[in-house]
């Protein structure tokens, strides 16, 4: 099993190296060579297995000889065992035809737990072969960055730094980043926007000087093994439904493309999903690509769903990697453009895209009435951003079963509830305390140069 870069000129890689890679030198993206099938028969044999069991069968045909069976069986087990329902991913059901997956039962409370504390597992165990160390650099809108900092934590081979738009996480998101004690975690709290703090991650992997020097990798969702990790809920969820008798739809809150993208790839190896359906906030840029075509930015408007802020989604390239049928050449010619604001997709590309992806976009004031509405039609609380995947799959429903994915637990932005229906959801026993816990963070400017030097200075301690 190979990795190849949707701009086609990047070396080849195995998944490790994938994995330890993350943006390819070409300034890509991996994807794999060919995408395992699974049958009919091997997907309704998942059955009744446990989120393990089934995580074990969905992604070991990805990893080419990276980890022996019983390796990988012993990191997902390591991967899942912090997270606090037995189901690691329950759905619940909303109204006819429609359920919520309830993806924030990992230790920081989002679906991003999903994949990080797996790449924690697998890194480390990939390092400890060689003894190599490597500094991981990423960019987060809030949740990337608190699921890393938990999943790498007091790991001896890795140093970990977080790039976060300063005053534009929410309280809890913050406090999960600078609350870690371990001396091998940064905070860093830059100027600007999501946008900003990505940019310069990316500078990074572009300078190769830098990058060689420091040994940098990357946990964003420009990493090829946290997509794959998220493969794996589609799957659970769809048989829990009924595949591969009966086929399901999804509605998937959207910023960065990287969780809709892993429903892609559940479908490319032969999961039933009949639609995959992105859902933005005012950030509508996916939304406006997909209805006429033009790829433009407009800058980020701050909302009440801010891990979804982004107007420059990293992962959409892959998807278009796949609608201009593998053409590397292409997807270069596409990401010069957005250089220059934007980009317009061609007629067939689009086409090939509507025929997996719908969208639709849901107003500040609409997830507010979303929060209040399912509170009271159903007791159950929705973070902002479950909200609006809520409210757009309102507008997809059909015959077949609708799954929208509730990416984050209430409590993480307890204003946005509160505002909404007057309650303060409460954090979970085991991280009551986060509100006493001391902080840790370094005010950082959004300059490129600075960056790197105080990133120098501190792997060097
Ligand atoms: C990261 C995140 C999203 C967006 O996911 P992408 O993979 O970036 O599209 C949505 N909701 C929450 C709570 C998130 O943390």
Redesign the pocket.
């Given at each position: 099993m190979k990795y190849v870069s949707t701009r086609g000129t990047a070396p080849v890689l195995t998944f490790g190296e994938a994995m330890m890679t993350g943006l390819a030198r070409d300034g890509g993206l991996y994807v794999p060579q060919t995408v395992p099938q699974m049958t009919h028969a091997d997907i309704a044999a998942l059955a009744g297995l446990s989120y393990e069991d089934i995580a074990f069968r969905v992604m070991y045909p990805f990893l080419g000889d990276t980890f022996a069976e019983d390796e990988f069986r012993g990191l997902i087990a390591a991967a899942y065992e912090p997270f606090g329902h037995a189901a690691r991913a329950p759905l619940v059901q909303l109204g006819p035809n429609h359920f919520l997956l309830e993806l924030?039962h990992g230790p920081t409370l989002?679906?991003?737990d999903f994949a990080m504390q797996l790449i924690g597992h697998m890194m480390q165990a990939a390092l400890a072969k060689t003894g190599a160390r490597i500094t991981i650099v990423g960019a987060t809108?809030?949740?990337?960055g608190s699921a890393a900092m938990e999943a790498f934590r007091g790991l001896s081979n890795v140093d970990l730094f977080i790039l976060y738009p300063h005053g534009r996480v929410s309280e809890v998101q913050r406090r999960q980043m600078t609350t870690p004690v371990e001396a091998n975690v940064h905070a860093l709290a830059m100027d600007g926007d999501f946008d900003d703090c990505q940019a310069r991650v990316k500078d990074m992997f572009n300078d190769f000087a830098f990058r060689d020097g420091v040994r940098l990798a990357g946990v964003n969702?420009i990493n090829w093994a946290r997509v794959l990790a998220?493969v794996v809920y589609y799957f659970s969820s769809a048989v829990s439904l009924g595949a591969p008798h009966r086929a399901v739809s999804f509605t998937?809150?959207?910023?960065?493309?990287?969780?809709?993208?892993a429903g892609y790839i559940a479908r490319q190896m032969g999961l039933p999903i009949e639609r995959l359906v992105i859902a933005t906030n005012q950030n509508d840029i996916l939304h406006r690509a997909l209805t006429s075509g033009d790829y433009k930015t407009h800058g980020v408007k701050p909302s009440i769903?801010p891990?979804?802020d982004?107007q420059v989604?990293s992962?959409f390239e892959r998807a278009l990697f796949y609608a201009y049928d593998r053409d590397g050449a292409a997807v270069t010619q596409l990401m010069d453009e957005m250089k220059a604001g934007g980009f317009h997709i061609s007629q067939g590309a689009l086409q090939a895209l509507r025929a997996t992806f719908a969208s639709g976009r849901c107003s500040e004031a609409e997830t507010t009435a979303t929060i209040i509405r399912e509170y009271g039609r159903t007791g159950e609380i929705l973070?902002p951003?479950?909200a609006v995947g809520v409210k757009v799959a309102g507008d997809h429903l059909g015959a077949v079963p609708m799954i929208t994915l509730a990416?984050?637990h209430p409590a993480?932005f307890p204003d946005a509830v509160r505002d909404a229906i007057g309650l303060h959801p409460e954090l979970p026993p085991r991280m009551a305390d986060l509100y006493d816990r001391s902080e840790r963070l370094t005010r950082v400017p959004n300059d490129l140069a600075q960056l790197q030097s105080l990133i120098r200075e501190r792997i060097a301690q």
């Open positions: 924030f989002a679906f991003k809108s809030g949740d990337t969702s998220q998937v809150p959207t910023g960065n493309f990287g969780d809709i993208f769903s891990s979804m982004i989604s992962n973070c951003h479950s990416t984050a993480k």
